[in-house]
């Protein structure tokens, strides 16, 4: 038996990497064979991976597949012992994650070709000697159109190893003998096969890649792989995380993430669940960039504490990213942030800091390639006043009033109050509620809702954070109009809801331009006795950009309301 302690499970994939380790097919473990197991020793050509050379010569490979007889489209398991190669390892070496596989071509009841794929397992080789691997135990689909005693013959097997971070293979074909080495009989109404969906253009490695489909056992526990362009050699490690779920009505959904090691070429994506395969062809390219890094900030200015989210794209796929603040004498500031490229070689937004008032420009270095290449992009440290604004500059007891603002200090909460017009005698009860928050760049926004006891008149809404106040111009006033859409195309018609008129009063309605001239837009309606009414109103000039809803007989009793005007 081949000896426990060398046999260590591993999550990783795997494949003879390097220039040490030969594998000539698989010398496995031989089990007692089972009812339905049978062997057969062919002659096979083993092809050396690294340029070590070729091999060929007998090899003993028994299979035992169960069940003995299932429906079309089921899921049979195999059992596969192969015995010693026709080549031995070169070097000795220990540790070595290493996955098998063997290739079974049908006959009788189904044709085409399956593969077993075993679990990886960690060994050690020794120079001069067959490589032993414990038996491997896999999982394959019957056809869905198999029907009635479906032959399995062995045409060759790879070995998948890794060494010193490279995946390599070890194919070993079956030139002559062999036959038959097993049997399942197909039989009855066959099950669904689920499908799977994979992206039909280049993927990257690092990536994640979207994943679908249909047909699996419900909520079963989904599990991707990625085999060779045959659909063998199924390695998962070569996905390192993914968020699949199956859903109680058997759809899958979600990606998974190829790992950065996979080289270009053609594979296929496979995924099992609750006893079901589903396999879906892939192709793999790593991007290659083209001339440097194009590297956008989200702002170039503010002052220390100014939270920098640096982007861009064109970078080397799979990259360390350094970010550090630079000073003018070409110094290089502490408090440094590393950040990884994607297998596209794009940076997705990533935060920076700004730690001192001498920050002239955040330096963005390549960790990973030879000279670590760096790029620097300014920045001005600046202490510009914060400022507010308001969405309308006039509104009504009750009203919600939209704020925005920019240069305020990240990480400070920003407070509201209304005060009097020149920025007198503020009060934060004059205001019913208020959502007003600072992003990490420094920008204002929120909204802040008027009380219902405020008396008309002209106020200033006043917001404070971080120790600084802005002001802006706000009216509070008794007649209000809403409109509903604010914006659209020339021709739109807007409905117009109006609030706090006279009773019975007629209202004319007309458009004005940015200079408060009258445009050539007009309606009309007519107050009930509450000072309500509703109108329609067809956007007609493209000059307009507010509406203004005034009392026919009393002109000064007015409001307004943005309108913009689209595309």
């Not at 045959?230 to 390192?240: E, H, K, N, V």
Request: hydrophobic fraction near 40%; aromatic fraction near 4%; glycine fraction near 12%.
């Amino acid at each position: 038996m081949f000896p426990l302690r060398r046999l260590r499970a591993t999550r990783s994939g795997a494949v003879l990497a390097g220039s040490a380790l030969v594998l000539s097919g698989v010398g496995l473990t031989v089990l007692a064979p089972a009812a339905h197991a049978g062997t057969v020793t062919p002659t096979v050509h083993c092809v050396l991976p690294a340029g070590q050379g070729e091999g060929t010569g007998p090899q003993s490979m028994t299979v035992d597949l169960s069940p003995a007889s299932t429906t079309p489209g089921s899921t049979v398991h195999a059992v596969v012992t192969l015995g010693p190669g026709a080549t031995n390892s070169t070097q000795t070496m220990n540790d070595i994650p290493t996955t098998p596989s063997i290739h079974l071509a049908m006959s009788g009841g189904a044709t085409g070709n399956v593969t077993v794929t075993g679990p990886t397992t960690n060994i050690d080789v020794v120079a001069g000697q067959p490589v032993q691997l414990p038996t491997f135990e896999g999982d394959f689909l019957i056809p869905a159109s198999a029907n009635g005693v479906v032959e399995f013959t062995p045409t060759g097997t790879s070995t998948v190893t890794r060494v010193l971070g490279s995946n390599f293979t070890t194919p070993c074909d079956v030139v002559s003998g062999g036959g038959v080495v097993a049997t399942v009989t197909a039989q009855g109404a066959g099950s669904e096969q689920p499908s799977l969906t994979a992206p039909t253009g280049v993927i990257r490695p690092g990536n994640a890649i979207a994943l679908s489909g249909a047909g699996y056992v419900a909520s079963a526990a989904a599990v991707p792989a990625l085999c060779d362009a045959s659909g063998g050699s199924c390695d998962t490690g070569l996905f390192t995380a993914h968020s699949l779920t199956i859903s109680a009505a058997g759809v899958l959904s979600g990606s998974a993430t190829l790992a950065r090691s996979v080289a270009d070429g053609n594979y296929v994506v496979q995924v099992t669940a609750g006893g079901k395969i589903a396999q879906a062809p892939v192709t793999v390219e790593a991007f290659v960039p083209v001339g440097n890094p194009v590297i956008t900030l989200d702002r170039g200015r503010g002052p220390v504490g100014t939270e920098v989210n640096v982007s861009g794209n064109n970078f080397p796929p799979n990259t360390t990213v350094r970010l550090n603040g630079v000073n003018a004498a070409g110094g290089v500031e502490s408090g440094s942030k590393n950040y990884t490229t994607n297998g596209s070689g794009v940076l997705a937004p990533s935060p920076y800091t700004i730690q001192t008032e001498q920050t002239t420009g955040i330096r963005v270095r390549l960790l990973d390639l030879a000279g670590t290449p760096q790029y620097i992009v300014p920045f001005t440290v600046a202490n510009d006043p914060p400022t507010v604004a308001v969405g309308e500059t006039t509104t009504h007891r009750g009203g919600t009033v939209a704020v925005s603002g920019v240069n305020w200090t990240p990480g400070t909460t920003p407070t509201a109050a209304l005060c009097a017009a020149n920025g007198t005698s503020c009060t934060a009860a004059s205001l019913s509620a208020s959502s007003l928050a600072i992003a990490a760049d420094g920008t204002l926004s929120g909204t802040v809702t008027i009380g219902n006891s405020v008396a008309y008149g002209s106020y200033a809404l006043a917001v404070t954070a971080g120790g600084q106040t802005a002001t802006t111009p706000l009216s509070v006033q008794q007649r209000w109009i809403q409109l509903s859409p604010s914006s659209g195309a020339l021709g739109t018609v807007t409905t117009v809801v109006g609030k706090g008129y006279g009773t019975l009063a007629w209202i004319k309605l007309y458009g004005v331009d940015a200079a408060g001239v009258t445009t050539d837009d007009y309606s009309y309606a007519a107050a009930d006795i509450f000072g309500n009414w509703v109108t329609w109103m067809a956007i007609q000039d493209p000059d307009t950009t507010a509406i203004v809803a005034a009392e026919t007989f009393a002109p000064s009793k007015k409001a307004s309301a943005r309108f913009g005007i689209t595309p």
